[in-house]
Structure formats: structure tokens, C-alpha cells
């Protein structure tokens, strides 16, 4: 498959997935999540890979969600070549390849950003890196994979993340669980590169166990996500949420006032 929307490259038996769409900051279409589903497939398949980096173009964002701009342009965040929107096949392959993932996380992680940071296995963030959920005030959630943030940081943090759509410094989020290690944005990369050297030095096949005995606990997710994906895939129809959308798109705060029942 030829990329358009990110870089995959192996070197030292270290795979780095890097989403590469810097001018918007690393937003994700349906082209961007299937080439992403199509490389960790690709780290999974090859035995001389032993750890996957996973991060994004530039030093502004990791990676901000779904891109807004296609969608308002468009109407949907398009679809893959087979027709399918694969966002939750991608965060199932993150789970599941039997390889550490480590989040480079080297900017924004905001919306399924901050999703696709939580389910990798550990994460580094830069210094002036930001956190956050913003459905709630862009027309969208993630009932999914977006509830494992309980796991990461507790119940009260992950409701707030997500009710309050505040944005958390990496020290903050560092201080709760969320990330593993902040270090200066310079060194973002060769702090992560040293991880995944320790890492593919270890035994696998003990790693793939580990991985696995892991997962078990977080592994209905995966369906509870389907279930999530499909209430959200009728929201996304709604009044409501296109208010949402054209309001980030117009740069004004939202009015839900009318959506207000029940
Ligand atoms: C990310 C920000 C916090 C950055 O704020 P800042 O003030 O620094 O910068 P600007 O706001 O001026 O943004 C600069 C520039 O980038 C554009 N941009 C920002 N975010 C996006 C985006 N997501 N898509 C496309 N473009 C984006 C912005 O428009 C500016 O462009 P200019 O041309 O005007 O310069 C802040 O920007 C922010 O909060 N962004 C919104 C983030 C967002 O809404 N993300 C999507 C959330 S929904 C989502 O992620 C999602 C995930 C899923 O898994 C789904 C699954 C199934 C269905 C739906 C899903 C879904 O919606």
C-alpha cells in the first residue's frame, strides 16, 4: 500500500509510525486510520520487528482527532478504499499486536488523539505537550476505547477529561498516570528510541504473553467500542452534533440551548 497520510520505517528492529498530515495537525481521515491499520499490521506481520514508536509530523501535535475540515467540508471523515470507517479495528491493533507500542506523544493529543496515545503501552511526552477530550463540545464521544482513560487515571479524572473538555499539561497528566515520562521536546525521540531499544532486547515471546494477560481485563472494550461507534454514528446525523461541528468550524463557543431535553 502507498502512504499518503503517514511514514512507516524500520531501523534496529524498532518500527515508527508516524502520522504525517503537520498541517493539520495530524487530524485523522478514514485514508489516514486505514494506512495506520495497514502499518501496525505491518510491525505485527514482520518477526525483525520487536517495538513499534508511534507519533506524529512536527513538534505542534501528536495527533488532534478526527479532521474537522474534512468533515465539514465533506460531510464524514471519508472512508477507507474497502469502504469501511476502521477507527476502531485500528485501536483493536494497537491492543493486539504482541509488540510494545510506545506513544511519542509530541504536541496536542486531543479527542481520538488523546485516544490513540491511551491505548498504546506506555507513553513519553513531550514537555509542551497538551491533553484533552473535546467531543462533548464538537458534536462527538467515544463511549469505546475513550472510557479506558478510567483505567489510566481513576474515574474522576477520565469523567472530567471528558465532561469538562479541559485541556492538561504533560507534567499534570504525568502526575496522574497518563503519560510515563515528560522530557524536553528535543529529546522526545531519543528518549523513546532508548525505551523500545530496552524493550527489543527482552524476550518476546514473554512480552507477547504479558501483553496478552493484559489485555484480558480491557478486552471487551473492543466490543463495548462497536456498540459505542454505532450510537455514534447516528449522532453524528443529528442537529446536535453538526451545531458543534460548524461552531469549531466558525471559531465561536457552541449553542446547544435547543438540544437541551430529557
Ligand atoms: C487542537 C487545538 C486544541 C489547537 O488549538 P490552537 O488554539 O493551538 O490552534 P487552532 O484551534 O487555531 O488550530 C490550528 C489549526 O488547526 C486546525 N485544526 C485543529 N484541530 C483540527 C482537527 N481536528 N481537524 C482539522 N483541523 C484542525 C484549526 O482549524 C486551525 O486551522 P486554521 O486554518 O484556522 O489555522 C484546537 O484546534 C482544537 O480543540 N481542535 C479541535 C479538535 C477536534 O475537534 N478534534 C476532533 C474530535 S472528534 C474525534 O476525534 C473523533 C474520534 C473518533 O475516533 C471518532 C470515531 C467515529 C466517529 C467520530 C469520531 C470523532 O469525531
Redesign the pocket.
Known amino acids: 500500500m502507498d502512504y499518503t497520510d503517514i511514514r512507516y520505517e524500520v531501523a534496529d528492529r524498532i518500527a515508527t509510525i508516524t502520522i504525517d498530515r503537520e ?3 495530524n ?2 481521515r478514514g485514508r489516514t486510520v486505514e494506512e495506520l491499520l495497514h502499518a501496525f499490521r505491518a510491525a505485527w506481520a514482520d518477526d525483525d520487528v520487536g517495538a513499534v514508536i508511534f507519533t506524529g509530523a512536527g513538534n ?2 501528536f495527533c ?8 465539514v467540508e465533506t460531510g464524514s ?1 471519508g472512508l477507507s478504499q474497502n469502504g469501511r ?1 476502521e ?2 479495528d485500528l ?1 483493536v491493533a494497537i491492543r493486539s499486536i504482541p509488540k510494545p507500542v510506545i506513544a511519542a506523544v509530541n504536541g ?1 493529543a ?4 488523546n ?2 496515545a491511551a491505548v498504546c503501552d506506555v507513553a513519553i511526552a513531550a514537555e509542551h505537550a ?1 491533553f ?4 462533548p ?6 463511549a469505546g ?2 472510557t479506558h482513560l478510567t483505567r489510566l487515571i481513576g474515574e474522576r479524572r477520565a469523567r472530567e477529561m471528558w465532561f469538562f473538555c479541559r ?1 492538561y499539561t504533560a507534567t499534570e497528566v504525568e502526575r496522574w498516570g497518563l503519560v510515563n515520562k515528560v522530557v524536553p521536546g528535543d529529546s522526545l525521540m531519543a528518549e523513546a528510541t532508548a525505551w523500545a531499544r530496552e524493550t527489543v532486547a527482552l524476550s518476546p515471546t514473554a512480552l507477547k504473553f504479558l501483553k496478552c494477560a493484559f489485555n484480558l481485563e480491557t478486552g471487551g472494550l473492543g466490543a463495548q467500542a462497536l456498540f459505542a ?1 454505532a450510537g ?2 447516528l449522532y ?1 446525523e443529528s442537529p446536535e452534533c453538526q451545531e ?2 460548524v461552531a ?2 466558525e ?1 465561536r463557543a457552541p449553542d446547544f440551548a435547543a438540544r437541551r431535553k430529557g
Not at 132 to 135: T, Y
Not at 137 to 142: C, N, Y
Open positions: 498541517k493539520r495537525l487530524a485523522f505542534k501535535a488532534v482527532g478526527g479532521d474537522q475540515k474534512e468533515f471523515y470507517w477507527i476502531e485501536h496536542f486531543i479527542g481520538g488523539g485516544v490513540l497538551r484533552g477530550q473535546v467531543g463540545r464538537v458534536g462527538s464521544f467515544d476505547w475513550g485541556q461507534d455514534l454514528q453524528l458543534g461541528r469549531f468550524a471559531k
